[in-house]
């Protein structure tokens, strides 16, 4: 969908909105919760910033003293990659589009919470949660969904997401809202679907006499070896993504999943994209998709290292590479949203809320606090 054609969907979405506000009823939020990135190359540094400040995603020794440090060091190698990308990440768009889209969808599938309306609360990017917050106010919202926009559930994500609402509920008022969860849907049919599609149009590019024989290898952000032995359940949910797609395209190619993305010297879940790639050409292997498996919107990890660094590195070694598109704009997609926002709106209303089951269970070796406050804040408890 073009910019263009969004900005116009937008605005009618926001005309119907400005309708049923001034008709008196509050809008039933949807916030969708993201790391974000930089709209535009000079926010670079904010966001790195903000995002080693962070140690439910990167832990690290005197985290305050340290984090500005490396995050002022590493600035002008991240620009440079925000600027080979054309100049800044495209999250914020996706989100928007997907959130406009799903809350639309939303009005129709479930009216008895109408009219809803997506909000955006990115953790390390514009719009930050306190920028959110203000606007949920503004409008009057008295209910809202956390809806967690990484499919799969991770301390480091979605967590720390969750972790920073609890910890600005008092300052931006946002506790006198009412709030349930979506924390994780890694295995939704529509989700599924939605990268099976894309699969299928990227193994479409080989030719059918040996499309059989091309190797999926789906790619997910890794994770520090100290976070996966806390007892973190990413890996397990991101395993089970790619169990759900292979099956739904019948097992029709082989298949490996490999992670990319670490940083720093410490020990990371691999093995590494780009090593999975060097080692496939090794084995003769001619013919390669790649599958980014745990993230809602093409950003820099799948723009940069996936299409410039290990697609070029592996064509050098002799593999045709193409990366399976990343959901976008995907209408499947888009439809998946409101479902799983559907679901959960009948689940609450069945007494099955306020928070996901899932979330009861701490990782066995957490230490902090927050973790278990949070989840009683959500269910209502821990006010
Ligand atoms: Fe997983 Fe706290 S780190 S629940």
């Known amino acids: 969908m073009s910019l263009l054609r969004t900005s116009v969907v937008s605005r009618a979405l926001s005309r119907s909105y400005a309708t049923a506000h001034a008709a008196g009823k509050s809008p039933t939020a949807v916030v969708m919760l993201n790391m974000g990135g930089p709209s535009t190359v000079a926010e670079t540094h904010d966001f790195l910033l903000n995002l080693f400040m962070d140690g439910d995603l990167i832990p690290l020794p005197f985290q305050r003293f340290l984090a500005p440090v490396i995050a002022r060091r590493r600035t002008p190698q991240i620009e440079k990659q925000y600027t080979d990308i ?79 609402l609890f910890r600005k509920r008092k300052s931006t008022e946002l506790d006198t809202i009412e709030w349930s969860v979506i924390d994780r849907w890694g295995t939704h049919p529509g989700f599924i679907e939605a990268v099976a599609q894309n699969i299928e149009a990227a193994l479409a590019k080989f030719p059918a006499e040996t499309r059989s024989e091309t190797v999926l290898l789906f790619s997910a952000h890794s994770l520090p070896m100290s976070v996966v032995n806390r007892g973190d359940p990413y890996i397990l949910e991101v395993s089970a993504s790619v169990n759900a797609v292979m099956q739904r395209l019948g097992n029709s190619n082989p298949f490996r999943l490999v992670w990319q993305s670490q940083v720093g010297p410490s020990a990371w879940m691999g093995m590494q994209t780009g090593e999975a790639l060097k080692g496939l050409a090794r084995l003769g292997k001619k013919q390669v998709v790649l599958v980014p498996i745990a993230f809602t919107s093409d950003h820099i990890e799948t723009l940069y290292e996936l299409d410039l660094e290990y697609t070029k590195e592996a064509e050098e070694l002799g593999v045709e590479v193409h990366r399976a598109a990343s959901l976008n704009d995907s209408p499947v997609f888009i439809r998946a949203l409101a479902d799983i926002a559907t679901e959960h709106l009948r689940d609450c209303k069945a007494g099955k809320g306020p928070t996901s089951i899932q979330m009861s269970l701490r990782c066995p070796g957490c230490t902090n606090a927050t973790c278990g406050q949070q989840k009683a804040w959500f269910a209502g408890s821990g006010r």
Not at 104 to 113: A, C, F, G, M, S
Not at 121 to 143: C, N, S, W
């Open 86 to 164: 054309g100049g800044g990440s495209p999250i914020l768009h996706y989100t928007q589009l997907q959130g406009d889209g799903m809350a639309k969808l939303l009005d129709e599938l479930h009216p008895e919470t109408a009219p809803h309306k997506a909000y955006v609360a990115f953790r390390y990017a514009r719009p930050l949660t306190e920028v959110t917050a203000r606007q949920m106010k503004e409008d009057g919202v008295k209910r809202a969904i956390a809806f967690t926009q990484y499919p799969q559930y991770s301390c480091s994500t979605t967590g720390s997401s969750l972790n920073e």
